[in-house]
């Protein structure tokens, strides 16, 4: 009997340390539940990196006012509401523009920078056309986080390649941390460095390049290095340029040359930026391949003989984002290597 009292107690003793053993792993289990949620809650801002250092930034913060065309394209994919933009400056059938929801800021000439103050925004991203207003835009928005994503393509500040490539990586990367989309924010570096390689191994090495920017109906000379959009591919991709010329500048049409002069260097490809496309200047617009095509000049070149001409996606001018620069280089590649 005894015996029997004695391991009915011990059975009880035991399943009450079992009972509290389970209790305690419950209250763990709910503890590090709560410690989880309080370390997410307090997960809203992150550091990015912009060309001023590193700056703290919201996480997917409200009223984000962008003027930075190399972000419209990513942004909009994202299904990233805005405030503002500059709709003069993009291309017409960006959905930014198109809403009638988001305000116009105008131009980089002459920006319409009170609407910035009315907005109270939390977010203003600046970047190319708009670099030069960040004191402005900080003294109207004190309280607002301001991020300055230009980078330098010249030359004046690094190899204007490299710059090219890590600049528009560097902004993916941050884009992707303030909007919590950093898997679409890796995908789209990924497709970038490919199509870069792609585009590399398809280019012939001994065939020589003449890349043009044209406008109202002129043809101007995107030059080696510093050139309009094609200028830093020639390191990016090593391209033998066809022509070399003294004081050449990063002029948004180009610098003057003759179509004498492009004829006389017969260039085996000759790759096009039509910034008319892009801006629709008016009377003056004439499409590029209009006037590449019917330039009496041009006709004999090896380039247009064969058919070797690379025009840029039509709103490259306004939208020189990561995905502009996917689709050119995808597009290089497929022609350089028939």
Same mark, same amino acid.
């Given at each position: 009997?005894?015996?029997?009292?004695?391991?009915?107690?011990?059975?009880?003793?035991?399943?009450f340390a079992m009972m509290l053993t389970g209790c305690a792993k419950s209250n763990n289990g709910d503890?590090?539940?709560?410690?989880?949620?309080?370390?997410?809650?307090?997960?809203?801002?992150?550091?990015?990196?912009?060309?001023?250092?590193?700056?703290?930034?919201?996480?997917?913060?409200?009223?984000?006012?962008?003027?930075?065309?190399?972000?419209?394209?990513?942004?909009?994919?994202?299904?990233?509401?805005?405030?503002?933009?500059?709709?003069?400056?993009?291309?017409?059938?960006?959905?930014?523009?198109?809403?009638?929801?988001?305000?116009?800021?105008?131009?980089?000439?002459?920006?319409?920078?009170?609407? @910035?103050?009315?907005?109270?925004?939390? +977010?203003? $991203?600046? #970047?190319?056309?708009?670099?030069?207003?960040?004191? !402005? %835009?900080?003294?109207?928005?004190?309280?607002?986080?301001?991020?300055?994503?230009?980078?330098?393509?010249?030359?004046?500040?690094?190899?204007?390649?490299?710059?090219?490539?890590?600049?528009?990586?560097?902004?993916?990367?941050?884009?992707?941390?303030?909007?919590?989309?950093?898997?679409?924010?890796?995908?789209?570096?990924?497709?970038?460095?490919?199509?870069?390689?792609?585009?590399?191994?398809?280019?012939?090495?001994?065939?020589?390049?003449?890349?043009?920017?044209?406008?109202?109906?002129?043809?101007?000379?995107?030059?080696?290095?510093?050139?309009?959009?094609?200028?830093?591919?020639?390191? @990016?991709?090593?391209?033998?340029?066809? +022509?070399? $010329?003294? #004081?050449?500048?990063?002029?948004?049409?180009?610098? !003057? %040359?003759?179509?004498?002069?492009?004829?006389?260097?017969?260039?085996?490809?000759?790759?096009?930026?039509?910034?008319?496309?892009?801006?629709?200047?008016?009377?003056?617009?004439?499409?590029?391949?209009?006037?590449?095509?019917?330039?009496?000049?041009?006709?004999?070149?090896?380039?247009?003989?064969?058919?070797?001409?690379?025009?840029?996606?039509?709103?490259?001018?306004?939208?020189?984002?990561?995905?502009?620069?996917?689709?050119?280089?995808?597009?290089?590649?497929?022609?350089?290597?028939?």
């Amino acid at each position: 009997m005894k015996n029997n009292k004695f391991i009915k107690i011990t059975f009880l003793v035991l399943a009450f340390a079992m009972m509290l053993t389970g209790c305690a792993k419950s209250n763990n289990g709910d503890n590090s539940g709560e410690e989880v949620s309080e370390e997410k809650a307090t997960e809203t801002t992150v550091e990015i990196t912009d060309v001023d250092g590193t700056v703290t930034v919201p996480v997917n913060p409200k009223r984000v006012i962008s003027l930075d065309n190399r972000t419209y394209e990513t942004l909009s994919d994202w299904g990233i509401e805005l405030a503002a933009v500059p709709k003069e400056v993009m291309p017409s059938d960006s959905p930014y523009v198109k809403d009638e929801n988001v305000q116009d800021i105008g131009n980089h000439r002459e920006p319409n920078l009170e609407i @910035i103050a009315a907005i109270d925004p939390e +977010l203003v $991203i600046i #970047g190319q056309r708009f670099g030069s207003f960040y004191e !402005d %835009i900080k003294a109207l928005v004190p309280n607002a986080t301001i991020i300055n994503l230009n980078f330098d393509v010249s030359g004046e500040d690094g190899a204007p390649g490299e710059s090219l490539v890590e600049g528009l990586k560097n902004s993916t990367v941050a884009l992707g941390k303030i909007f919590d989309k950093n898997e679409e924010a890796e995908k789209l570096i990924a497709d970038f460095e490919k199509s870069i390689e792609d585009a590399k191994v398809s280019y012939n090495s001994e065939e020589t390049v003449m890349s043009i920017v044209v406008s109202g109906g002129e043809i101007g000379f995107s030059a080696p290095g510093v050139g309009r959009v094609w200028g830093p591919m020639y390191e @990016i991709f090593g391209w033998k340029s066809a +022509l070399e $010329i003294d #004081g050449s500048t990063t002029d948004h049409k180009g610098d !003057d %040359i003759s179509v004498e002069a492009i004829a006389e260097s017969n260039p085996d490809w000759i790759f096009v930026l039509d910034r008319d496309a892009a801006t629709s200047s008016g009377e003056d617009s004439v499409p590029a391949q209009d006037v590449v095509d019917n330039s009496p000049a041009l006709k004999n070149t090896t380039a247009i003989s064969k058919g070797q001409i690379i025009y840029a996606p039509k709103d490259t001018y306004t939208n020189e984002s990561i995905q502009t620069y996917i689709e050119l280089f995808e597009n290089m590649a497929s022609s350089l290597a028939k």
